[in-house]
């Protein structure tokens, strides 16, 4: 079986490959629909650290980027999010109430970065309604600002700004759709391809060693044979 014959048979296999496509297309459109939030709201806080005295350019910033770390993370940890819920009660609404289900929807809801050299600390919020993303971008970054303490010794004098207010837009993710849903029908397409390619490869293969097998055991058979004709001729020239 030639290349030729293998193009033969992918191409009986259009169906199935375009079947596959539609399916994984279909996949991707829906469980970006369902599950994808619509909004996302982005803002950046400033993160300052007041010092006493004087303090070298260098360890200033080191430990400004140490704290917008700190703060960072701490957004993630259940005190930030009890902090949120007391300035905002709407958001009680929106996550689960199991502990282990509500961090884990709070992870996905908030996403954040920093600028390390100065000290930003960009916050993104998704959500599935506008006015949601907008309150609750307010709020965190309202809990940054007033209650760092929670998170940071109380020595540490830390100053917490926010330097824009929330921009609420789509949600990228809704506006890549119809890429997500091509990308999953070229990806359908090219695994049956792949398959049917490897199945019948397998059975060259395979064909190929059984012809090899069958090769070998005749020529076997042949010598068995002109061996045992020498042996019979010799034997009846000896009993001559």
Do not use: C
Not at 175 to 185: D, E, H, K, T, W
Request: a neutral charge; zero cysteines; hydrophobic letters at 45%.
């Amino acid at each position: 079986m030639n290349y030729s014959q293998i193009i033969s048979i992918l191409k009986q296999k259009v169906g199935s490959m375009v079947l596959f496509g539609l399916f994984l297309g279909a996949v991707a459109f829906w469980g970006t629909m369902l599950f994808s939030p619509k909004y996302q709201s982005n803002l950046d806080v400033l993160v300052i650290q007041n010092q006493e005295g004087f303090i070298d350019s260098y360890t200033l910033a080191k430990s400004t980027e140490h704290f917008s770390k700190l703060l960072s993370e701490s957004i993630y940890t259940e005190t930030f999010l009890m902090k949120t819920a007391e300035h905002y009660p709407e958001i009680s609404k929106i996550l689960p109430i199991s502990r282990e289900e509500k961090m884990e929807a709070w992870s996905k809801m908030v996403k954040t970065s920093l600028n390390m050299e100065l000290g930003i600390i960009h916050l993104k919020i998704l959500a599935n309604d506008r006015t949601q993303a907008e309150s609750i971008s307010k709020t965190v970054a309202g809990v940054l600002a007033s209650d760092n303490q929670l998170f940071i010794s109380e020595n540490q004098k830390i100053d917490v700004r926010m330097i824009n207010a929330p921009v609420v837009k789509n949600n990228p993710g809704f506006s890549a759709l119809a890429l997500l849903v091509a990308v999953s029908f070229l990806i359908g397409i090219f695994s049956v391809s792949a398959v049917v390619f490897y199945k019948v490869v397998s059975k060259m293969d395979s064909l190929k060693s059984a012809n090899s097998e069958i090769f070998r055991e005749r020529i076997w058979q042949e010598n068995i044979s002109d061996t045992e004709k020498d042996l019979a001729g010799a034997l009846a020239n000896s009993q001559k």
